[in-house]
């Protein structure tokens, strides 16, 4: 089976780690990678044995590519996604899809009128556990989701590393909301949304935390609770340098027939010592013997199978627009108090 020609458009938190597992998984070839920093550009290029660009136009004119990660911050994945699938190269965008409507069409557009494959980076669809939950609703296990409720609760670390804002309906919240519209399976009609404004707030001009309340046509609920509203301590530590810190992340479906329930907190490993408790990441990108496996491995390899066999992405740019629909909905809900019929406009 031949190699995947990836090329990686941004290569900051997520996007670094993109670059890694492209240059160890054997069904990919990381053949350069993209930052508007160079020198950012040639220290992962120089790590992954790839070429450096500052700029994607050039890389996709120059280079023989299949595919592109594109790991921008949420507000630029418009023109890079656009562009590459001009130049008919196939793409993973990290999620959101975008941070609106408008820029979610357009990419959506492109990709169809291009002929090439979109997939948006929900990484909870590739951990089995996630996945066990939807295998046992499919059956009927559960019976019908009745209700979904999740928690993801990040330290402060979090949103100050980043350098954009980071909005925690879209970059956090989001997760689970995909993940409520994939157990539920039915339209969503009505979001509400409620915001803590604290440290955050006044910093970077975004909520702390977001509530996040959805009601689906046929009678069920989901509430998704997020936020940058942890201590520093609990993501502040640096060693060892494989354990990589995470957060307070829970899961409850409850249907007509059954329950089930997900605790990551922690991920089964904890460690105390002079620098307090450590809760390391262990599922999503943790290291084995010097190299990145988990639910990041499983899903770049579903992303170059739909390449190699022509076949379709578990998460395509249609369903990723439904989960950033209801994310706008709850922002917009925060902010005037009231709920949000679904559909909502463009904004």
């Not at 996604?81 to 965008?93: D, Q």
């Not at 046509?217 to 520093?232: Q, R």
């Not at 640096?238 to 027939?257: A, C, N």
């Not at 199978?305 to 578990?314: A, F, K, Q």
Request: aromatic residues 8%.
């Amino acid at each position: 089976m031949r190699k995947v020609r990836v090329g990686v458009i941004g290569v900051g938190h997520m996007g670094s780690r993109h670059a890694r597992v492209c240059f160890e998984n054997p069904l990919s070839e990381l053949v350069a990678v993209v930052s508007k920093d160079e020198a950012e550009a040639r220290r992962v290029a120089e790590s992954y044995r790839a070429k450096a660009y500052t700029d994607y136009g050039e890389m996709l004119s120059k280079e023989n590519l299949d595919a592109v990660f594109v790991a921008t911050p949420d507000h630029l994945h418009r023109e890079p996604v656009v562009t590459a699938a001009e130049a008919g190269v196939h793409i993973f965008c990290e999620k959101p899809l975008a941070s609106n409507l408008e820029d979610a069409d357009a990419i959506i557009s492109a990709a169809k009128k291009a002929g090439v494959k979109l997939m948006v980076g929900y990484i909870l669809r590739f951990d089995p556990r996630y996945a066990a939950i939807k295998d046992a609703i499919e059956e009927g296990t559960l019976g019908e989701p009745l209700t979904v409720y999740s928690r993801r609760m990040a330290s402060k670390v979090g949103a100050s590393r980043l350098e954009w804002k980071a909005y925690p309906e879209l970059y956090l919240a989001v997760h689970d909301i995909d993940l409520a519209l994939w157990y539920v399976g039915d339209t969503a009609i009505r979001v509400s949304g409620e915001a803590v404004k604290a440290g955050l707030h006044r910093e970077k001009g975004i909520p702390d935390a977001v509530w996040v309340f959805i009601r689906f046509k046929k009678g069920a609920v989901a509430v998704v609770e997020a936020g940058w509203m942890l201590t520093k301590r609990l993501a502040s530590w640096r060693k060892p340098s494989t354990w990589k810190p995470f957060g307070d992340v829970q899961l409850e479906v409850i249907g007509s027939r059954g329950s089930a329930y997900l605790n990551y907190t922690p991920m089964c490993l904890k460690a105390l010592d002079d620098d307090g408790w450590k809760f390391p990441e262990t599922l999503h990108w943790p290291e084995l013997h010097g190299r990145l496996i988990g639910s990041i491995v499983q899903e770049h390899e579903h992303f170059y199978r739909v390449i190699l066999e022509d076949g379709e992405p578990l998460i395509d740019g249609e369903e990723a627009r439904r989960s950033l629909e209801i994310a706008l909905a709850a922002r917009r809900s925060a902010e005037s108090g009231t709920p949000v019929e679904l559909p909502i406009s463009q904004t």
